[in-house]
């Protein structure tokens, strides 16, 4: 299973987070965006109705009245898989939770909170020693991502 991790620093969740999303729904994979705080993914819901214009990413926080299995794109606290996504993306040093069937996951690092960085460092480690395939992305000075060693 793909380990990566985007490490932002110029950009912000839903810039970095809805190319990714695209890429994933335009593989067939439905996707699961799993933060520790339930704000965090009520304000990401409202931004990604309307990070582009020209675009329409179907998505839904779970329990808000919604079969969460039917969702391609499911927000949510829980650490349950329930819409049996190929990809997971992790907000906020949240668990990782039942990856089963998981193809990718995507660990976005917040650069500019210290806390989630040393975070992310201890869960890059735990990821490395299970065996996980890694990928670390790094924004450059021009917010284009390089992958790093």
């Known amino acids: ?21 695209e890429k994933c729904l335009q593989n067939d994979w439905a996707c699961l965006i799993r933060a520790q705080n339930a704000n965090t993914l009520n ?3 409202k931004k990604i109705w309307s990070f582009k214009p020209d675009s329409w990413l179907p998505h839904a926080i779970e329990g808000e009245g919604v ?11 829980s650490e349950e898989n329930s819409n049996f996504s190929q990809a997971f993306f992790i907000l906020e040093n949240a ?6 069937g998981v193809e990718r996951i995507f660990y976005l690092i917040d ?13 890059y480690k735990r990821a490395k020693d299970e065996g996980f395939e890694l990928a670390y992305w790094q924004q450059n000075e021009n917010g284009k991502w390089e992958k790093k060693a």
């Not at 079969?67 to 606290?77: F, W």
């Not at 668990?95 to 089963?100: A, S």
């Not at 650069?111 to 201890?122: F, H, M, P, S, T």
């Open 1 to 21: 299973m793909q380990y990566w991790f985007y490490h932002l620093e110029r950009s912000s969740i839903e810039a970095a987070i809805v190319p990714l999303l």
């Open 43 to 45: 304000e990401l819901d």
């Open 67 to 77: 079969e969460a299995s039917e969702q391609p794109i499911l927000l949510t606290t």
């Open 95 to 100: 668990p990782l939770g039942d990856i089963d």
């Open 111 to 123: 650069g500019n909170n210290e806390d989630l960085v040393k975070a992310a460092r201890i869960e």
